[in-house]
């Protein structure tokens, strides 16, 4: 099925561990992002990429860092996790010239303990 | 004081009823996109508006460039469109995004 595809959909970090959270997408979408979701709070851009091998803050970008060798993959790694980044974290990606917008993944839930 | 604002915050309303949610933003846009959100936490995007009116459906989506608002409207109401509504604005190099409206819709 096209779209965005996130992984994993749960994770349970202890303080200071690191991962990776995987994002691809099989749209030839250009543009893909990374956002994190707190309870009751809206959405916060973390990364953006506007096309392999361009990246660039968004508005919470402490504490993360992203790749995009790919047009198709747009990894989001946290090191040294923080129970401040237990969030929902989506990935999204997007052409300029698609009339609907653009696709979300499903999202994953951390949690730092 | 965010850069886009939704109204109102809660909204709960009986099958059927014909629905208005409300976005305003206060920044220069190239685009502004109504997304939904469901309980179990996908989103799925509705909507994306550089000007005018689209529709999809019993869903309409309007645009007002120069007052900086935009509407979303829902016609003949149904519990499954029980969701919260994102307003996001793309300005700049990234998006802007509201709290969102959250709609339970009573049969």
């Known amino acids: 099925n096209a779209g965005v595809t996130q992984t994993p959909k749960f994770r349970i970090l202890k303080i200071g561990q690191s991962m990776t959270l995987q994002c691809t997408q099989d749209m030839n979408h250009n543009y893909m992002y990374w956002y994190r979701q707190d309870p009751g709070m809206g959405l916060k851009l973390i990364y953006y990429?506007?096309?392999?091998?361009?990246?660039d803050k968004g508005e919470v970008p402490n504490g993360y860092n992203v790749s995009r060798s790919t047009t198709e993959d747009f990894p989001l790694r946290l090191e040294l996790a923080a129970p401040s980044q237990t969030s929902v974290y989506f990935c999204?990606?997007?052409?300029?010239?698609?009339?609907?917008?653009?696709?979300f993944g499903s999202g994953t839930r951390l949690t730092v303990v | 004081k965010n850069e886009v604002e939704q109204s109102p915050q809660n909204l709960t309303a009986q099958e059927g009823e014909f629905i208005t949610i409300n976005c305003s933003y206060s920044v220069g846009i190239s685009a502004l996109h109504w997304l939904q959100q469901h309980p179990g936490g996908g989103i799925v995007s509705l909507f994306m508006?550089?000007?005018g009116k689209k529709k999809h459906g019993r869903l309409i989506a309007t645009i007002n460039i120069q007052e900086k608002h935009s509407s979303l409207h829902i016609t003949a109401s149904h519990p499954r469109d029980s969701a919260v509504y994102i307003c996001?604005?793309?300005?700049?190099?990234?998006?802007?995004f509201g709290t969102g409206t959250s709609l339970t819709v009573i049969p």
């Open positions: 999204a990606s997007s052409s300029p010239t698609a009339n609907y917008g653009y696709t």
């Open positions: 990429s506007v096309g392999a091998g361009i990246t």
């Open positions: 996001a604005v793309w300005s700049g190099n990234q998006f802007y």
């Open positions: 508006l550089s000007s």
